[in-house]
């Protein structure tokens, strides 16, 4: 991951091979012009002749000073509302850029900033040095350049700027760590990876894990989940990390992610095209470890449990058919209508697991709908939940983070869809209101606690270039996971 550091050196003097700039719409040459002379007023030329006018995601490339930056690059914010995001996603196409060119290290300016935005600085370049080459072979020594390995960001060198660094370098990595582990294929990041990865961070932060295989989840009567790993051979996993910062006493916020290694639909299989992409249905148990990863780093005053449903979703002669009915972990029976809606499955299962944590409040994230993809397409995370100051709190975490959710209803009367003729419920309910359907099932499972749900099928990846994010896992949820707990602790 990249090393961001902090430097109170004048951004006129620094010796770097790449200077970033960053600047609003309209640019003043105030707060540049030691800069702007050093370059004999090569800054003032290409803002007057506008060269360069601030708009957003606009750069310049810039030949720099002989003593000092040798090349500089100015980043344009457009007009600025929000510093702190504005500030991350310029970082972000920094970073990417200076990835591109090879130079191997840069440093950052952006005038004045305070240590809230040195965090949100840190995230944006540490996101935009972010890639996985682990499985390609290097390329011919002539076309080889350097990664980016070494940022600095100019401002003052206070504690204050200090803990901004420090934050942003933990969530940094622990959405680097969700990203890394979203790319893995599926033969690699299997339910038992995701156990050793979990089990690492218990480790190296002395956190508690908790692993249950297939045998543990027989004895626990966990016959949702098992139903859906009963199609393959891989010993499933349900991980449960616990990080205990606050009081001995006082309840934990308990996050559960989905986390299909890989989904082929089982039994009523997907079409060959795109399947490969459901190597990504395990993002919302990525986002749980990404967040443990910087729980241990931050070291907040709170308790917090992370459960992860891991295995596949495979088609085989030992296989769940739909017709069948499974008795979840809770009691309840289920009938299986589409063999391909497994990640409720399994959720339904860590659902009723979880309440043996006595949670302060539940929230799961899952790549759960095609159909939420359908109602909100790749910018916002379906957001479910019957308590509203619930929703409202994680979509204001959701902000920070700069990982939008919207809300979509949980009235009474779409539970009609799932009832079923055999069982206490079934797991799809049709076309109509899919991606609510989904979580008015969870609700069934989801008892004793608050609790919420995020539908992350839309936002966790994405199959285009975003600009800042080539094309790949997002990081979705970590960022919301880690506000959201930020926010229970100030
Ligand atoms: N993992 C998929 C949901 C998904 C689809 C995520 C497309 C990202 C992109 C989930 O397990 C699934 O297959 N859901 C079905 C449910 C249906 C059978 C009721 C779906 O959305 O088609
Ligand atoms: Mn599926
Ligand atoms: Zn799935």
């Not at 349900?238 to 009081?247: D, P, R």
Request: proline residues 6%; hydrophobic residues 40%; neutral net charge.
């Amino acid at each position: 991951m990249l090393a961001v550091s902090i430097n109170s050196a004048n951004p006129a003097e620094v010796g770097t091979s790449l200077l970033i700039v960053a600047l609003p719409e309209n640019p003043t040459i105030a707060g540049i012009a030691g800069l702007d002379s050093a370059t004999q007023g090569s800054l003032t030329r290409s803002i007057e002749m506008k060269d360069f006018r601030g708009t957003r995601d606009e750069m310049l490339h810039l030949t720099g000073v002989a003593k000092g930056p040798r090349r500089l690059l100015l980043i344009g914010m457009g007009t600025v509302t929000d510093r702190r995001a504005a500030f991350k996603r310029a970082a972000t196409l920094a970073a990417r850029n200076a990835n591109r060119l090879g130079v191997g290290e840069m440093v950052w300016y952006s005038g004045q900033i305070t240590p809230e935005e040195t965090e949100s600085i840190t995230v944006g370049l540490i996101a935009g040095a972010w890639e996985y080459v682990d499985l390609k072979s290097p390329p011919p020594e002539a076309e080889r350049r350097k990664p980016l390995e070494k940022a600095v960001i100019l401002t003052s060198n206070t504690d204050d700027s200090r803990k901004g660094l420090a934050s942003g370098q933990a969530i940094g990595s622990g959405q680097s760590l969700a990203r890394r582990l979203a790319m893995m294929p599926g033969n690699l990041c299997t339910p038992e990876y995701l156990a050793q990865t979990a089990a690492d961070i218990a480790k190296r932060y002395n956190m508690g894990i908790t692993v249950l295989g297939r045998r543990e989840m027989e004895t626990e009567k966990m016959g949702s989940f098992l139903a859906v790993a009963q199609g393959t051979p891989q010993d499933p996993k349900l991980i449960a990390l616990e990080y205990k910062g606050g009081k001995a006493n006082t309840k934990p916020v308990v996050l559960i992610g989905k986390g299909l290694c890989f989904d082929s639909g089982g039994i009523s299989i997907k079409p060959a095209q795109g399947m490969e992409f459901m190597k990504f249905d395990m993002c919302g148990g990525a986002g749980v470890l990404g967040t443990f990863e910087a729980l241990g780093q931050m070291e907040p005053a709170i308790n917090v449990v992370g459960i992860i449903g891991a295995t596949t979703n495979m088609p085989s002669g030992t296989a769940m058919n739909p017709g069948d009915v499974v008795k979840a972990h809770n009691g309840k029976s289920i009938e299986i209508i589409n063999t391909d809606a497994e990640g409720r499955l399994v959720l339904a299962d860590c659902l009723s697991y979880a309440k043996r944590f006595d949670p302060d409040v539940v929230i799961d994230a899952a790549t759960l709908t095609g159909a939420c993809v359908i109602a909100l397409g790749h910018s916002a995370s379906g957001v479910f939940s019957t308590d509203d100051v619930l929703i409202a709190e994680i979509l204001a975490a959701g902000k920070r983070a700069g990982e939008p959710g919207w809300p979509l209803p949980m009235w009474d009367e779409y539970k009609e869809l799932i009832k079923s003729d055999v069982a206490d419920v079934k797991n799809t309910g049709g076309r109509p209101a899919g991606a609510v359907t989904a979580a008015m099932f969870l609700k069934e499972f989801a008892d004793g606690y608050p609790w919420a749900h995020l539908d992350i099928a839309g936002t966790a990846y994405s199959e285009t270039d975003l600009v800042t994010i080539p094309k790949g896992p997002t990081g979705v949820p970590t960022g919301t996971f880690i506000e959201f707990i930020r926010g229970r602790v100030r």
